[in-house]
């Protein structure tokens, strides 16, 4: 007990000391994944260059939150968590600007994405994240999240009708969803692969890499519909209590590895989908493809979350981010 609270009085003239310091890092996925090797790759850079003064400690399948990936940001920013690599749509109930990439077809490419996340719309979106307490540092990637079900080829909104479809904790999900006419049920991604195996729910959807590394094809899901309705970039960030206690080299050192690993990962994602969808086709998975006519019956059924989503986003990010689009 002695020893303990010993212990305990020490750890703050620690933390302020050249000693060596462990800082979590939480993801909701593991290295399997792109995004857990971002945060490998992120922790692998700085035991190299702190020259191991500074070590992070990856915790996968959101551990520190007991598996629920939207308490993620709350918990980072009570300092439950140090850092944490995570995604736009488990911390958007908690920062409302994090929406604008979830608007149903805003971003119909990978330069769309850029165009935000690099410009102008990147910066006010920081700044949100910022102002509640977080220190963001880098971008990474999930990927553009395509629509998988057990039962038939979703060629139009129609087909959509009445499937129960697992979608992430997040309200605007929700509101997609139910205007395509589907129906759709919040569950974090620990309790989707057991909903979808046991039918408890007919669809789910996550990008290609997602749907090949978890073998979303093993648990019934033969139909996958790539129509890139959005994707979700992920942020690597700091809770400030930790940002500010960190020296000026260090921090220099953590933005740089998380820039450099956020880089190295969104490329390697992208470059990888080919063969993933490959391999998902190779394994029977009846993949459709839609053509631009197509999709515009889903963006035309999907306005209504434009309609309600865009004062809680901020209208002003949502014209920047669709000029942002509109030039890139
Ligand atoms: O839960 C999901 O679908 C996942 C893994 O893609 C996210 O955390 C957003």
């Known amino acids: 007990m002695a020893g303990v609270l010993g212990l305990a009085l020490l750890?703050?003239?620690?933390?302020?000391?050249?000693?060596?310091?462990?800082?979590?890092?939480?993801?909701?996925l593991s290295d399997?994944?792109?995004?857990?090797?971002?945060?490998?790759?992120?922790?692998?850079?700085?035991?190299?260059?702190?020259?191991?003064?500074?070590?992070?400690?990856?915790?996968?399948?959101?551990?520190?939150?007991?598996?629920?990936?939207?308490?993620?940001?709350?918990a980072m920013r009570q300092g439950l968590i140090d850092l944490a690599v995570g995604s736009t749509i488990n911390w958007s109930p908690q920062v409302p600007e994090l929406n604008l990439f979830s608007l149903p077809f805003l971003m119909p490419d990978h330069a769309a994405i850029d165009a935000l996340t690099q410009g102008e719309s990147g910066k006010q979106?920081?700044?949100?994240?910022?102002?509640?307490?977080?220190?963001?540092?880098?971008?990474?990637?999930?990927?553009?999240?395509?629509?998988?079900?057990?039962?038939?080829?979703?060629?139009?909104?129609?087909?959509?009708?009445?499937?129960?479809?697992?979608?992430?904790g997040?309200?605007?999900?929700?509101?997609?969803?139910?205007?395509?006419?589907?129906?759709?049920?919040?569950?974090?991604?620990?309790?989707?692969?057991?909903?979808?195996?046991?039918?408890?729910?007919?669809?789910?959807?996550?990008?290609?890499?997602?749907?090949?590394?978890?073998?979303?094809?093993?648990?019934?899901?033969?139909?996958?519909?790539?129509?890139?309705?959005?994707?979700?970039?992920?942020?690597?960030?700091?809770?400030?209590?930790?940002?500010?206690?960190?020296?000026?080299?260090?921090?220099?050192?953590?933005?740089e590895t998380a820039r450099e690993a956020g880089a190295w990962e969104i490329a390697m994602s992208r470059e990888g989908n080919a063969q993933r969808l490959a391999d998902i086709e190779a394994r029977g998975v009846n993949v459709v493809k839609l053509d631009d006519d197509a999709m515009q019956a889903f963006r035309d059924a999907t306005q209504s979350v434009y309609a309600s989503w865009t004062p809680k986003i901020g209208e002003a990010l949502v014209e920047t981010a669709r000029a942002e689009v509109e030039a890139s």
């Open 11 to 28: 750890s703050p003239l620690m933390a302020s000391d050249a000693e060596a310091r462990e800082l979590s890092v939480s993801t909701v």
């Open 32 to 74: 399997a994944f792109p995004w857990g090797q971002a945060a490998e790759k992120w922790a692998e850079l700085v035991e190299e260059r702190s020259g191991g003064d500074l070590t992070l400690r990856v915790y996968p399948n959101a551990q520190l939150v007991a598996g629920d990936q939207t308490k993620e940001f709350s």
């Open 125 to 168: 979106v920081f700044a949100a994240i910022e102002s509640k307490g977080i220190k963001p540092l880098a971008w990474g990637e999930n990927g553009f999240r395509e629509v998988s079900n057990s039962s038939k080829s979703i060629t139009t909104p129609d087909d959509l009708k009445g499937l129960k479809i697992r979608v992430v």
């Open 170 to 255: 997040s309200p605007l999900f929700q509101d997609t969803f139910t205007a395509l006419g589907a129906n759709p049920t919040q569950m974090s991604w620990a309790d989707a692969k057991p909903a979808l195996t046991t039918g408890a729910v007919d669809g789910q959807e996550n990008p290609l890499s997602v749907f090949d590394v978890a073998r979303i094809d093993q648990v019934g899901q033969t139909h996958l519909t790539l129509w890139h309705y959005m994707a979700d970039p992920l942020i690597f960030a700091a809770n400030q209590r930790v940002w500010k206690s960190l020296s000026e080299q260090e921090r220099t050192l953590l933005t």
